[in-house]
């Protein structure tokens, strides 16, 4: 027994010794890798954020180091960061210089998105260096590689390509501010970026927002700007601001007008006088309740008078549609949109509006005409366009019909009566009658001495198998191509003409905007619209701007011209000092209010 006793603790010993042991050797082998220094040089993610046009990003969007207080981040990155400015560049590698060379107002395709990496806090990285080509001037930048990627110093790498980098210290941040080319006015030089908010394939439009007109010797701007009040209940404050800008395009002054209604409807420059128009739901379909509110000031903006218009058979302004208004002497025509009363269908059916008003009176001129069914009755019109004939003060209303009529029409109304003289569809559109998809989009109508010039947007209807209120089937049914239609001021429809603009056919991944038209002379014509070009390889798609001229007769008499540095909006182009005008408006954020003006030189 006691042989076997010493011998169980000899064994006992043993194991223990060995387990000491092991433990030792473990221990001095994870001091021995804490000893061990890391090579390379020591980089610490960066705290500070890049902010570039109304955007900003964190470390964490666009991981970036610092070294020695230096800032470095990958030139991919950048090359992303700046793609929607002026500033954009790609990154080509040239193996017969052996080098990379950065081509200035070039979009980069980047591969497409991998997978989120999330970043090291500190990583330590071997520098690096590598010639770098700008229109042909080589610098080498000192940077590092990590991962694969080649990390360049900010402030170096931006001035290669004209790019201003600026502290900010309140927001702890550094901006990187854009060139901006010639012939475009940011209002924020600093927060630049090209934007477009222009519509490719919505199924009905609704008001504009803003707008853009000339008088004596200063330009015009006109949006709506809703801000929250100080107060507990979290209202807000919506206005109509007025900007007014000098040739140079400097704001030199700024008006502000207070809604009078719950919805602003539009805005009209009238010979004599501004307009604005308002207006107010009407769920209890009460007869007596003031619709539209017209507000009409002098061309300093100071209201003179206001109408309120009732009686109207509607709920709901504007709805499904827009606003256009036109004048002619004494008369200023509304033409829009309305949600009518319910009827015995149970059912709160859409059409046009229209009302005519004596603008000198203030007073509406045809309110026996604006019940249920007009003369001019569209159901339903998701598109208004109004205009008179300027050499005898005829009106031709333009609507987008999917039902009665399913048609681009245009209505002809006589200037003494207001009856109806004619009217013609100018598109007729495929497929069962009230469905909400029609693959057309108007974007602007004017007119020529002999006839009415319709612009839009519309996919091949040979294509298309069937409508509904949501989709279109059949093939290539997302992608449309740009048209003029013409037809003579009489409506006769065998003078109807087409011209067919652009070809999506011709290019894979090609989508094309509704355009914009303006008259710039008596007989000529500026039409618009916007190229965009998507790549399923790549996670960016780049747009263009085109555009061309024609005739009154809708012929082209100058090719297809591309600006690719232009953004384009929703609202209507002005022609003024030989050039045409434009802004593009998405939002006033933090002080920065995103508007850009563009203009083109024409010849008449």
Avoid at 41 to 58: C, H, M, W, Y
Avoid at 98 to 106: G, S, V
Avoid at 447 to 465: E, P
Wanted: glycine share 6%; net charge neutral; with cysteine.
């Amino acid at each position: 027994m006691k042989s076997g006793k010493k011998k169980y603790l000899q064994l006992l010993f043993m194991v223990m010794l060995c387990a000491v042991l092991l433990l030792s050797s473990t221990v001095l082998e994870a001091k021995s890798k804490r000893k061990a220094k890391p090579s390379g040089i020591p980089a610490q993610l960066s705290t500070l954020n890049l902010k570039v046009g109304g955007r900003e990003f964190d470390s964490y969007d666009i991981p970036g180091y610092v070294i020695d207080y230096k800032s470095y981040y990958r030139l991919t990155d950048l090359a992303q960061l700046l793609s929607n400015t002026y500033s954009r560049f790609n990154i080509v590698w040239s193996p017969e210089k052996m080098r990379t060379e950065l081509i200035k107002h070039t979009l980069y395709r980047s591969p497409a998105e991998a997978e989120w990496d999330y970043p090291e806090e500190l990583i330590y990285v071997q520098p690096a260096s590598a010639p770098i080509e700008v229109e042909n001037v080589v610098q080498d930048l000192h940077g590092f590689l990590y991962k694969g990627e080649f990390y360049v110093p900010l402030e170096e790498t931006m001035a290669m390509i004209n790019v201003k980098v600026k502290w900010m210290p309140e927001s702890l941040s550094l901006k990187l501010i854009s060139e901006i080319p010639e012939n475009v006015f940011p209002l924020d030089k600093e927060d630049w970026e090209i934007t477009s908010n222009i519509i490719y394939d919505a199924r009905w439009a609704s008001p504009k927002q803003n707008f853009m007109f000339y008088q004596e010797g200063h330009y015009f701007l006109i949006y709506t700007s809703s801000y929250r009040d100080s107060k507990e209940d979290g209202s807000r404050t919506s206005e109509v601001v007025i900007k007014k800008l000098s040739p140079a395009m400097e704001v030199v002054d700024t008006f502000s007008l207070p809604y009078q209604g719950e919805i602003f409807g539009g805005f009209y420059h009238g010979r004599e006088h501004n307009y604005f128009l308002f207006g107010n739901n009407n769920p209890k379909e009460k007869k007596d309740a003031t619709i539209l509110k017209l507000v009409k000031t002098n061309h300093q903006f100071k209201p003179v008078a206001s109408l309120d218009i009732k009686n109207t058979y509607t709920t709901k302004p504007f709805e499904g549609g827009s606003v256009s208004m036109s004048e002619w002497k004494d008369t200023l025509v509304i033409h829009t949109a309305r949600e009518r009363y319910r009827t015995e269908d149970g059912l709160n059916h859409q059409s046009q509006l229209t009302v005519v008003v004596d603008s000198k009176l203030m007073k509406v001129l045809n309110a026996h005409d604006l019940g249920r069914f007009q003369i001019n009755h569209v159901s339903h019109s998701f598109n208004q366009f109004a205009i008179h004939d300027k050499q005898n003060g005829d009106l031709f209303l333009v609507d987008h019909g999917d039902g009665y009529p399913r048609a681009v029409v245009v209505t002809k109304l006589d200037s003494a009566s207001r009856q109806v003289k004619k009217e013609a569809n100018i598109i007729p559109i495929p497929g069962e009658i009230g469905a909400n998809q029609t693959g057309v989009f108007i974007g602007g109508v004017e007119q020529s001495r002999d006839n009415i010039l319709v612009a839009v947007n519309q996919i091949d209807y040979g294509k298309a198998k069937s409508f509904d209120s949501y989709t279109i089937t059949g093939e290539d049914v997302s992608r449309r191509d740009v048209y003029l239609y013409t037809i003579n001021k009489n409506l006769t429809n065998g003078q109807k003409k087409s011209l067919k603009l652009t070809d999506y056919s011709r290019e894979e991944g090609v989508y094309y905007s509704v355009p914009k038209i303006v008259a710039i002379g008596e007989d000529k014509f500026f039409l618009i619209w916007q190229k965009k070009r998507i790549n399923e390889n790549i996670s960016d798609y780049e747009t263009e701007l085109q555009y061309t001229i024609v005739n009154g007769n809708g012929q082209i008499i100058k090719a297809i011209t591309t600006l690719p540095w232009y953004g384009i909006g929703r609202g209507d182009l002005l022609y003024q000092d030989g050039y045409v005008w434009w802004q593009v408006r998405q939002y006033i954020q933090d002080n920065h209010d995103d508007t850009t003006i563009y203009r083109v030189k024409v010849k008449e």
